[in-house]
T-cell receptor, first 115, second 114 residues
Framework: AQSVAQPEDQVNVAEGNPLTVKCTYSVSGNPYLFWYVQYPNRGLQFLLK??????LVKGSYGFEAEFNKSQTSFHLKKPSALVSDSALYFC?????????????FGGGTRLMVKP | NAGVTQTPKFRVLKTGQSMTLLCAQDMNHEYMYWYRQDPGMGLRLIHYSVGEGTTAKGEVPDGYNVSRLKKQNFLLGLESAAPSQTSVYFCASRQTSGRASTQYFGPGTRLTVL
């Protein structure tokens, strides 16, 4: 079975400060990890993914995520937050051994960036 | 290239009514998915399809049916709508080029069942 946890319902950060949105996962095989962002009344947009290789993955809009196998985490980060980064962020995992190739999503974390 | 599109964008139904949500993709993707999004619960998979003419159940399939008669279209049907089906529904698609391939989402359909 595969699962994802996003322990924070909301993260508040001031504009210009670094931000971190946390994600931990559980899989039986090797994980494929994804981050998506959802702006109000919109669909989910792909930000970045980890497949293999470098633990630090760079994605769209200046976001990056760090894969940590020992801590089973894949936290999303950005060095300097913008007000326009305010949105709902979802972490998702697909187990390499998942026969159905289905993604499992976390419950989402709302990021609020204040001026 | 429109990506993944969904119709309608909004709909209000009365309990017991039926309706069909249409998802279309122009990326020639093999896999298509239907999710529902409810507050605090993330996205939950309703049904999915690994190719034209195939469908399979996801995490929360009860009360829904699907069809994939054409590769580019994936239909989600509610035969007898219930208030518990009030939700935002998202369609997604992806290529089969490995389990690492990315899912791309449509803009969503907001459904209210009274």
């Amino acid at each position: 079975a595969q699962s994802v946890a996003q322990p924070e319902d909301q993260v508040n950060v001031a504009e210009g400060n670094p931000l971190t949105v946390k994600c931990t996962y559980s899989v039986s095989g090797n994980p494929y990890l994804f981050w998506y962002v959802q702006y109000p009344n919109r669909g989910l947009q792909f930000l970045l993914k980890y497949i293999t290789g470098d633990n630090l993955v760079k994605g769209s809009y200046g976001f990056e995520a760090e894969f940590n196998k020992s801590q089973t985490s894949f936290h999303l980060k950005k060095p300097s937050a913008l007000v326009s980064d305010s949105a709902l962020y979802f972490c998702a995992v697909r187990d390499e051994d998942n026969a159905g190739n289905m993604l499992t999503f976390g419950g989402g974390t709302r990021l609020m960036v204040k001026p | 290239n429109a990506g993944v599109t969904q119709t309608p964008k909004f709909r209000v139904l009365k309990t017991g009514q039926s309706m069909t949500l249409l998802c279309a993709q122009d990326m020639n993707h093999e896999y298509m998915y239907w999710y529902r999004q409810d507050p605090g619960m993330g996205l939950r998979l309703i049904h999915y399809s690994v190719g034209e003419g195939t469908t399979a159940k996801g995490e929360v399939p009860d009360g829904y049916n699907v069809s994939r008669l054409k590769k580019q279209n994936f239909l989600l049907g509610l035969e007898s709508a219930a208030p518990s089906q009030t939700s935002v529904y998202f369609c997604a698609s992806r290529q089969t080029s490995g389990r690492a391939s990315t899912q791309y989402f449509g803009p969503g359909t907001r459904l209210t069942v009274l």
